[in-house]
C-alpha cells in the first residue's frame, strides 16, 4: 500500500489549494479515504473522510464549508479542495487509509497560510 500526497504550498489567506492523494498497492475503490493535519505542537485532526464510493462524506466543523473531499476511483487518487484558506490552517496534511485492519499514511504534503 502507497499513499503520495501532493499539492501543498505556501500562500496567502483567502486562497485556495487543492490537494492529491494517489494511491497504489491496493483496490483503492474499495476503501475509505481520509484527510489529516498536525500543526506544529499541535496533535493531529481529522479533517475528512470519503466514503468508497464517495456517497458518503465527513467534514471536521473548523473546515466545512471551506473544504471539499472527493475521489476518482478510475485514477486511483482523492482530493482535498480547499478554499477560504486561514493562517490556522497552517498544517502538514496527510492522507490515509485502513486496510486490513491495518493503517497506512503518505508521507504529508504542507500547507502554509501566511500574509
Known amino acids: 500500500v502507497q499513499l503520495v500526497e501532493c499539492g501543498g504550498g505556501m500562500l496567502q489567506p483567502g486562497g485556495s489549494l487543492r490537494l492529491s492523494c494517489a494511491a497504489s498497492g491496493f483496490t483503492f475503490s474499495t476503501y475509505l479515504i481520509r484527510w489529516y493535519r498536525q500543526a506544529p505542537g499541535k496533535e493531529r485532526e481529522l479533517v475528512a473522510t470519503?466514503?468508497?464510493?464517495?456517497?458518503?462524506?465527513y467534514y471536521a466543523d473548523s473546515v466545512k464549508g471551506r473544504f471539499t473531499i472527493s475521489r476518482d476511483n478510475a485514477k486511483n487518487t482523492a482530493y482535498l479542495q480547499m478554499n477560504s484558506l486561514k493562517p490556522e490552517d497552517t498544517a502538514a496534511y496527510y492522507c490515509s487509509t485502513t486496510v486490513l485492519g491495518r493503517n497506512y499514511w503518505g508521507q504529508g504534503t504542507q500547507v502554509t497560510v501566511s500574509s
Open positions: 470519503i466514503t468508497n464510493t464517495g456517497g458518503n462524506t
